[in-house]
């Protein structure tokens, strides 16, 4: 399965933004979809999950109750909602796909090629 993440930009503090993750050759829907970021001089770190059939859903507490991840099968596209943004959220976030259920980025594959998303205060 190929990933492209797309929707980064620039948004004000206190703002919303709706990234996509469009998923492309063989997806299962046990597959679990999660969205992972990265800022500068940090490590990786997970933000939310959720199984192609809907279920298996959890969030990072950093972003929990601010950000709500949803799968659309019939477009093969995972979205992630991101409001109250805050300067913390400003990284590069990539999408990855895994038959597992876990948050662990190393278990994770198919890594798209990541969307920036920069939040201004």
């Known amino acids: 399965v190929q990933l492209q993440a797309s929707g980064g930009g620039l948004v004000q503090a206190g703002g919303s933004l709706r990234i996509s993750c469009a998923a492309s050759?063989?997806?299962?829907?046990?597959?679990?979809m999660g969205w992972f970021r990265q800022a500068p001089g940090k490590e990786r770190e997970f933000v939310a999950r959720?199984?192609?059939?809907?279920?298996?859903?959890y969030y990072a507490d950093s972003v929990k109750g601010r950000f709500t991840i949803s799968a659309d099968n019939a477009k093969n596209t995972v979205y992630l909602d991101m409001n109250s943004l805050k300067s913390e959220d400003t990284a590069l976030y990539y999408c990855a796909v895994t038959s597992f259920n876990t948050i662990r980025p190393n278990a994770y594959g198919n890594w798209g090629q990541g969307t920036q998303v920069t939040v201004s205060s």
């Open positions: 050759g063989r997806i299962f829907d046990r597959d679990v």
């Open positions: 959720i199984r192609w059939i809907g279920d298996w859903i």
